[in-house]
C-alpha cells in the first residue's frame, strides 16, 4: 500500500465526530502531524446523539477539557443510566443503570447471591421479595433525582456513581471545535464540489471546494455523516446491513420546554411501534420516536411523539432516515470512517457518540507512521468489527426479549432470528444464570444481567458458590448492601442542586 509518510491529516465533515477526532489526534499527534478539518456551514448534523455511556468521560479528560466548562458549554446534565418503560407489557420498567450492583465476588456475579435471596422470599411467610435495582446505587440515585461525584460508597471499598452525559450535540462540537483549534487545528469552510484520486492506486489525493480551494492530504477521516461522501460515494467500499435484525429505519426528533425537575437518566419508551427517547439538558428537552416506515407512517410518528412530550415543543419534527449497519470496511485505501459515515445504530443504548471515541482512539492506536500497511488496515478493521457486532447483539436482544403483543411489529421481534452469538447468551443465561463477555466488550456483564432480568429472561438456576452461605447470610448480606444504598443516596444533593453549583 502507501508508504509514503503521514503528514497531512484531513477531517472532512465537522460535527461531534470530525471535532472528536480532530482535537484527539491534536493531543496526542499534533506535533508530528498537520490537522486540518474541511467543514460546510451549508451542512446541518444529525443532531440525534445527545446521551452517552461512562467512557466518554475518561475521552473528555485525555483530551483536557474540564468537567464544569464542558457541561456548562454543552448545557449538559448527568445520566446514571437508561430506563426502559413498557418494553416487556403496558406499565413495566427497569434499567440499565451504570455502575455496580450490589457487591462483586471472585467466582460469581451478585445477582446469583440476589436469586437465592428471591427464592427464600417466596418460600416464606414473612420475608419479601427485593428488587434487583435495591441493591444499584446508581438506580436509587437516579429515580430520586439524585447526584454528587463520588468514587466510593461511604466508609466501604463499594464502587460509587458511575455516570455519564446528557448534552447538546450542536454545542459540544461547538466547544470541541474551539479547543481543537486551541491546540492547532486548522478550519476550512466550505462544501466539497469535488474529490480526486490518485490514477494507480484509488487513493484520496485531494478535495476541490466550491471557492475553487485545493485540500491535499496523505490520510482523511471520513466524518460526512450519513452521507458518507468518501468512504461510500467516492470508494464504494460496501455496506453491511442490520436491519433484518432491528427492523427501525426512520426517526422523528423534536426539543420540547425542560420540566421543573431535571432527571438523571435517559428515558427509552417503547409504543405500539418502535420506542420513544427523552433526553434532559439544562435548557430544554430532547425527545425523538424510532419506529419501522413498514408498520408507521411519518405523521403517525409525528403524532405519536407530539402526544407523548413532558412539555411544549419547541420546533417542528424533523425526520431522520436511517439504515442500521456498518461500513464493510472502516478503513479502506487511505480513508478512514467515523461517526455516522462508519455506520449507524439506532441511539437505544447511546452507542454512536461511543464509536466515535472508540474508533478515534484506535486511529490514533494505528496512526499509519510511515505509510499505510495492509496489516495494519486489516487489523484495525477486525476490531471495529468485532465492536459493532458485540454492541448489535446487545441491542437486537431488547427487542428479541420484549413481551408485548400489541402489534405486528414488537411479534415479529419476538419470532424472528438472531445471531448465534446472541442465542448463546439468552441461552446460557435462562438455564444458569451465568453471562460471559470478551474483555474488549463495550457492554458488561452487569449490563446484559439488567436488560435480561429486566426483560423476563429469569435464571432457572443459580451458582453453586451461592449455597456455601446460610440462608440467614444471605438474608444479612442482602441487608446489609440495601442499607448502605439507602444512606448514601439519603446524603446526596438532588442532580438540580449539582447543576446550580456549577
Known sequence: ????????????????????????????????????????????????????????????????????????????????????????????????????????????????????AQQIAKDSDNID????????????????????????????????????????????????????????????????????????????KSLLLEDGTTVAGDLFIDCTGLSALLIEKTLSTGFEDYSHWLPCNRAVAVPCERTKTTEPYTRSTAHSIGWQWRIPLQHRTGNGLVYSDKYMTDDEAKAVLLSNLDGKPLAEPRIVPFRTGRRRKQWHKNVVSIGLASGFFEPLESTNIHLIQTAATRLVKFFPHKGINIEEVDEFNRQSKTEAEGIRDFIILHYKLNGRGDSEFWRACQRMDVPDSLIN?????????????????????????????????APEDHHPLVETLSTEQVLDLMDNLKTLVNRTVEKLPSHDDFLTSL
Not at 89 to 101: L, R, S, T, V
Not at 158 to 187: C, E, I, N, W
Not at 425 to 454: H, R, S, Y
Open 425 to 457: 447468551k439468552i441461552q446460557l443465561f435462562k438455564k444458569t444464570g451465568k453471562v460471559f463477555c470478551n474483555p474488549d466488550d463495550l457492554f458488561t456483564e452487569i449490563a446484559w444481567q439488567q436488560v435480561m432480568i429486566g426483560q423476563d429472561n
Open 1 to 116: 500500500m502507501n508508504q509514503d509518510k503521514i503528514q497531512k491529516v484531513i477531517v472532512v465533515g465537522g460535527g461531534t465526530a470530525g471535532w472528536m477526532t480532530a482535537a484527539l489526534l491534536a493531543k496526542v499527534l499534533g506535533k508530528t502531524i498537520d490537522i486540518t478539518l474541511v467543514e460546510s456551514d451549508k451542512i446541518g448534523i444529525v443532531g440525534v446523539g445527545e446521551a452517552t455511556i461512562p467512557p466518554i468521560i475518561n475521552f473528555n479528560s485525555a483530551i483536557g477539557i474540564d468537567e464544569t466548562e464542558f457541561l456548562k458549554a454543552t448545557q449538559g446534565t448527568i445520566k446514571l443510566g437508561i430506563e426502559f418503560n413498557h418494553w416487556n407489557k403496558e406499565g413495566d420498567h427497569y434499567m440499565h443503570a451504570f455502575g455496580n450492583i450490589g457487591k462483586k465476588f471472585p467466582f460469581c456475579d451478585f445477582h446469583h447471591f440476589w436469586q437465592k
Open 129 to 204: 421479595e427485593s428488587d434487583f435495582w435495591d441493591y444499584s446505587l446508581n438506580y436509587q440515585a437516579a429515580k430520586q433525582g439524585k447526584f454528587a461525584p463520588i468514587k466510593n460508597i461511604p466508609n466501604t471499598n463499594l464502587p460509587g456513581l458511575g455516570y455519564a452525559y446528557h448534552f447538546d450535540a450542536g454545542l459540544y462540537a461547538k466547544f470541541l471545535g474551539t479547543h481543537a483549534q486551541s491546540m492547532g487545528v486548522k478550519r476550512i469552510e466550505g462544501t466539497i464540489s469535488e474529490v480526486s484520486q490518485h490514477h494507480d492506486s484509488g487513493f484520496i
